[in-house]
């Protein structure tokens, strides 16, 4: 059974071709938003199973956004999708309380996340 997911991402592009390779995988794409506080006020309304997130955007960050996200649901099941450099982001990444993060050149890695849980 596919999982209701949020993208939030600053690039359409990035939204547009998450939401591609999730839909094919049986995904529900509940949302889309192009900045953590867009993203922040949809998770609240949507509830989704996962959400996909930027690190880098406008307005509010994608960290800042993942820690007011757990900070209104500790369950909530956060993965990061940047071009940000991986050994670095990705161990920030966790520490935040992420699942993972996955590479915008290696995007379909997300299903391999998304299906560990």
Same mark, same amino acid.
């Given at each position: 059974?596919?999982?209701?997911?949020?993208?939030? %991402?600053?690039?359409?592009?990035?939204?547009?071709?998450?939401?591609?390779?999730?839909?094919?995988?049986?995904?529900?794409?509940?949302?889309?938003?192009? /900045?953590?506080?867009?993203?922040?006020?949809?998770?609240?309304?949507?509830?989704?199973?996962?959400?996909?997130?930027?690190?880098?955007?406008?307005?509010?960050?994608?960290?800042?956004?993942?820690? /007011?996200?757990?900070?209104? %649901?500790? /369950?909530?099941?956060?993965?990061?999708?940047? /071009?940000?450099?991986?050994?670095?982001?990705?161990?920030?990444?966790?520490?935040?309380?992420?699942?993972?993060?996955?590479?915008?050149?290696?995007?379909?890695?997300?299903?391999?996340?998304?299906?560990?849980?």
């Amino acid at each position: 059974m596919g999982k209701r997911i949020l993208i939030v %991402d600053d690039s359409s592009m990035m939204r547009h071709m998450i939401r591609d390779v999730l839909e094919k995988e049986g995904h529900d794409i509940v949302g889309v938003a192009k /900045n953590g506080e867009e993203g922040v006020a949809l998770y609240k309304i949507l509830k989704p199973d996962v959400v996909t997130m930027d690190v880098t955007m406008r307005v509010m960050d994608g960290f800042t956004a993942t820690q /007011n996200i757990l900070d209104l %649901d500790q /369950n909530a099941r956060i993965i990061f999708v940047s /071009n940000l450099d991986e050994k670095k982001y990705k161990k920030d990444a966790l520490k935040s309380g992420a699942l993972g993060y996955v590479s915008k050149q290696r995007v379909k890695e997300i299903i391999e996340i998304i299906k560990r849980f």
